[in-house]
């Protein structure tokens, strides 16, 4: 081991991030993520600790190691799905396919329609996560779609489509969780401002479903429909816990470099991504 690693892994953050390690061209040949960044990547180099033969040929060809510090053990989870994915490390058996955690997308039309998916489509859609938890992210979706009257099905609606009559209203317009857009039983506008409300939700703005779930619920309990009531808690609960963000993955096609820097009186250290 060279002094300079053996500097790199005595200052290690004891923080939660992702660790690169690097052979002596350069090459990222593995990516990990750890709760404690130091106490990790330590445990590669200790003699005493039982390895398999593949943790072996790895350690004897890792010349530098860098690691990105995250505000959270998902934060760290996410990224270093993403560096995989980005740079199929050598030593990385797992994440190297093509699945990925789920987004919720909604889409650019003029109805537009709000579902999840696992693919990024560069057509003016909108894109929020990725999720680590597909089944809170399921549950969400529900919850958007009873409070607000957001279309589920697949098809394409324009106006063309509505002057030429050719869908009907289907059951969702029958028991009030659709207003019928695909004949134009209301407007574009008008739609539009509950897809607004649902990205607001998304976006962690979710004040105003939040006030309309309790209001609701205290019509309820005040009706002692109290199963109800206690199911709109509970959506209510989740509603709160999935706007937890995290900020490790952007998915417009913009390139960007991000530079940080830090100093004390005499040193300064600068990060270029």
């Not at 300079?4 to 953050?13: H, M, N, R, Y």
């Not at 190691?65 to 490390?89: F, G, R």
């Not at 009257?149 to 659709?178: H, M, T, W």
């Not at 006030?211 to 509970?234: N, T, V």
Request: net charge positive; hydrophobic share 35%.
């Amino acid at each position: 081991m060279s002094d300079e690693l053996q500097q790199k892994l005595s200052g290690l953050p004891t923080k939660s991030g992702v660790y690169q390690f690097k052979n002596e061209h350069g090459e990222i040949i593995y990516v990990g993520k750890a709760k404690s960044l130091r106490n990790r990547v330590r445990q590669y180099f200790q003699k005493s600790r039982p390895v398999d033969a593949k943790t072996k040929a790895l350690v004897k060809h890792i010349v530098d190691v860098e690691v990105v510090v995250t505000d959270s053990n998902i934060e760290a989870l996410i990224l270093e799905n993403t560096l995989i994915k980005e740079n199929s490390p050598k030593y990385n058996i797992l994440l190297k396919d093509d699945k990925t955690f789920p987004y919720i997308r909604v889409t650019n039309e003029p109805y537009p329609r709000i579902f999840s998916t696992r693919t990024i489509v560069r057509d003016g859609s909108k894109y929020f996560g990725p999720y680590t938890s597909s089944g809170e992210m399921k549950y969400m979706l529900k919850t958007i779609r009873s409070m607000l009257p957001i279309r589920s099905c697949d098809y394409v609606i324009n106006q063309e489509v509505i002057d030429a009559q050719k869908i009907q209203v289907c059951l969702d317009f029958q028991i009030g969780n659709c207003l019928g857009p695909c004949e134009g039983r209301i407007s574009q506008d008008e739609y539009r401002e509950f897809i607004d409300h649902a990205v607001n939700v998304l976006k962690g703005k979710s004040r105003y479903l939040e006030d309309l779930l309790q209001q609701r619920m205290m019509e309820l309990a005040a009706e002692q429909k109290f199963e109800q009531a206690a199911q709109l808690k509970s959506r209510w609960q989740a509603l709160r816990k999935f706007n937890a963000k995290q900020k490790v993955v952007s998915t417009d096609p913009i390139d960007r470099d991000m530079m940080s820097l830090a100093r004390t009186d005499s040193d300064a250290c600068v990060v270029i991504f």
